[in-house]
């Protein structure tokens, strides 16, 4: 196995390569607004450093958001024609999974939280059971304020880890008893989780493959682009199209489900 991992879902552009030995290479970028400056060289230089070729790859994964529009974009149509140029598995892993996919070993309820911008943000749910998470809230999109009573409903039960850029931008709105922020770390998906997921998805899916089992290529962006909700504004249609938007409801963790 030599599976590339793209993370491009954040303002960090993200790379890794796995091999049957285990992690051959990582790195971390900070891409802004430069995914499709910064992530072709960067897959260069790990399958450079690795002493591999492209033909070399037997699987890409990809982080398929939610995100940043356009950051998905590129890592998403990368993925893509890797898998159709080299005829070989892709699998989608989503950018909150990757988030709370370290603290699965826990004892909290992991909050992945990703900057939406526009005072929104993406976020997911999940409860460690048996060293494995389990969602108890699907992806979303909502407001910090929704998210702050969300949280507080689930810290009446149990404590709650906060864990993504949303988590630390808005830190002040969200943080409350029972309530932890994580530290930087743990502010970006990290590729090299990426990987470990994906390579997990395409073993189980029998090798899976781009559209097949373990293989969804498709994005995931719960809102459309900010461009287009800024021009639907200006041009008189509605501020806020409709979107996957969660408000505050109960939210029930259970430890045995």
Known sequence: MNLLAIETAT?????????DGGLLYATRLAGGRRHGEVLAPAITAALHVAGLTP???TAVAVD???GLFTGLRVGLATAQALVDALR???????SVEALAHPHRRGTLVVAAVVDARRHEVFRALYAPVDGALVEVAPPAVTTPADLATQLAQVAADAPVLVVGDGGHRYAGELS??????AGPL???PDPAVVAEIAA???AGAGGGGAGGAGGDLR????????VRIGWEARSGAAARPPTQTAGAPVITVSRHP
């Open 200 to 202: 997990a998805r395409l």
């Open 55 to 57: 033909a070399d790859l």
């Open 219 to 226: 994005p995931l962006y719960l809102r459309q682009a900010d």
């Open 186 to 188: 743990d502010a970006h």
């Open 64 to 66: 398929r958001g939610p």
């Open 176 to 181: 409350g008893p029972g309530v932890e922020i």
């Open 88 to 94: 070989i598995p892709g699998a989608g892993v989503t």
């Open 11 to 19: 303002p960090q552009v993200g790379v890794a390569l796995l091999g």
